[in-house]
Antibody, heavy 116, light 107 residues
Framework: EVQLLESGGGLEQPGGSLRLSCAAS????????MTWVRQAPGKGLEWVSG????????YYIDSVKGRFTISRDNSKNTLYLQMNSLRAEDTAVYYC?????????WGQGTLVTVSS | EIVMTQSPATLSVSPGERATLSCRAS??????LAWYQQKPGQAPRLLMY???TKATGIPARFSGSESGTEFTLTVSSLQSEDFAVYYC?????????FGGGTKVEIK
């Protein structure tokens, strides 16, 4: 059974940093592209970033380019999202998802709140 | 960026009735269109990809179709577990984009 467990969310001040993690199990992690999708409170879904199975190819939405970095450690079956220079508009539940460009399995999400 | 527009924003339907949800792309996405279902407090679930191919485990009452840049998700006979928010997503070009969602509520 595919399982994705996000962690690392919390309250951070504008301009601060957080690193999200997504621990994966139940599938061959190194063979799967992975994705981060976010959802602001009461709003719709927004694709944020994706990474190939090897980690050699990454994609970002324009609003996070230069601030967020997606990465993975295939030896630990873990996906990461390093979030720097956080803004209030980054406040959202961040989901990790298996697959790209469609998302077959999702974690339960971790809430990131950016506020002073 | 391809803009996905879903309509209506809210659809009120009685159990057992048919629900038809629409999604329009601002430019051609081919058949590179997926549908997701999200229930309150839960993560989204993939329903459909390739505009009309059901994901694993999706009931037969769900179907998808396309006509140019217009896409439709139909639920032939709504069950209680189908009341949720539905999102379309294009994956023809980066950035990947979602529609704003259609909430299907009990009439």
């Amino acid at each position: 059974e595919v399982q994705l467990l996000e962690s690392g969310g919390g309250l951070e001040q504008p301009g601060g940093s957080l690193r999200l993690s997504c621990a994966a199990s139940g599938f061959t992690f190194s063979s799967s592209s992975m994705t981060w999708v976010r959802q602001a409170p009461g709003k719709g879904l927004e694709w944020v970033s994706g990474i190939s199975g090897s980690g050699g190819t990454t994609y970002y939405i324009d609003s996070v380019k230069g601030r967020f970095t997606i990465s993975r450690d295939n030896s630990k079956n873990t996906l990461y999202l390093q979030m720097n220079s956080l803004r209030a508009e980054d406040t959202a539940v961040y989901y990790c998802a298996k697959g790209s460009p469609t998302f077959q399995h999702w974690g339960q999400g971790t809430l990131v709140t950016v506020s002073s | 960026e391809i803009v996905m527009t879903q309509s209506p924003a809210t659809l009120s339907v009685s159990p057992g009735e048919r629900a038809t949800l629409s999604c329009r792309a601002s430019q051609s996405v081919g058949s590179n269109l997926a549908w997701y279902q999200q229930k309150p407090g839960q993560a989204p679930r993939l329903l459909m990809y390739g505009a009309s191919t059901k994901a694993t485990g999706i009931p037969a009452r769900f179907s998808g179709s396309e006509s140019g840049t217009e896409f439709t998700l139909t639920v032939s006979s709504l069950q209680s577990e189908d009341f949720a928010v539905y999102y379309c997503q294009q994956y023809n070009s980066w950035p990947l984009t979602f529609g704003g969602g259609t909430k299907v509520e009990i009439k």
